[in-house]
T-cell receptor
Framework: GAGVSQTPSNKVTEKGKYVELRCDPI?????LYWYRQSLGQGPEFLIY????????DSGLPNDRFFAVRPEGSVSTLKIQRTERGDSAVYLC????????????FGNGTRLTVT | GDSVTQMEGPVTLSEEAFLTINCTYT??????LFWYVQYPGEGLQLLLK?????DKGSNKGFEATYRKETTSFHLEKGSVQVSDSAVYFC???????????FGGGTRLMVKP
């Protein structure tokens, strides 16, 4: 079946601009995660949704970052006033409801802030 | 919070050599443990998992045993192939939160 889909696959933006990154999880997966991966490093947790609500947003680095999941399926990560340090691959993952079920990752959106 | 320590890479091996990638973790409660793999140009994929002490996860010839007493989850393979060249990530999921905590990853390069 279809996996986690992220769009766009690449995004280049100028410093100070606003960007939105989209994630379509696997159908039926109730949990959705956003991670950020910088070059040569492991993924860093940003935010976790259970259904429509953000169950844990402790990984968001500052208030320029925001994410929504209004209908409990598609999620959008929003970054305001982008900075060059925001350049990274943004990964989305989803998981079926059972606690021990694994996360399924999308291929990510590579964000470059110039 | 949860944390992971993985051996630093790159690890360079010849084909058919034995592989060990060490992983130790700290996590709250009784975490589930995962290894993920990232092949060149591809996304993260689950390689194997173990959900309780002494469980052994296995897949594609790779194995890892959940060692609660040493808080370790070392990845092993008896005979690596060139196609195993990738970056491997150890990741516990503690039960205080629902997120995976990733290590820095270990790059494996297998030469023919």
């Amino acid at each position: 079946g279809a996996g986690v889909s992220q769009t766009p696959s690449n995004k280049v933006t100028e410093k100070g601009k606003y960007v939105e990154l989209r994630c379509d999880p696997i159908s039926g997966h109730t949990a959705l995660y956003w991670y950020r991966q910088s070059l040569g490093q492991g993924p860093e947790f940003l935010i976790y949704f259970q259904g429509t609500g953000a169950a844990d947003d402790s990984g968001l680095p500052n208030d320029r970052f925001f994410a929504v999941r209004p209908e409990g399926s598609v999620s959008t990560l929003k970054i305001q006033r982008t900075e060059r340090g925001d350049s990274a691959v943004y990964l989305c993952a989803s998981r079926f409801g059972q606690y021990n079920s694994p996360l399924h990752f999308g291929n990510g959106t590579r964000l470059t802030v110039t | 919070g949860d944390s992971v320590t993985q051996m630093e890479g790159p690890v360079t091996l010849s084909e058919e050599a034995f592989l060990t990638i060490n992983c130790t973790y700290t996590a709250t409660g009784y975490p589930s443990l995962f290894w993920y793999v990232q092949y060149p140009g591809e996304g993260l994929q689950l390689l194997l998992k173990a959900t309780k002490a002494d469980d052994k996860g296995s897949n594609k010839g790779f194995e890892a045993t959940y060692r609660k007493e040493t808080t370790s989850f070392h990845l092993e393979k008896g005979s690596v192939q060139v196609s195993d060249s990738a970056v491997y990530f150890c990741a516990p999921r503690g039960n205080a939160g629902n997120m995976l905590t990733f290590g820095g990853g270990t790059r494996l390069m297998v030469k023919p």
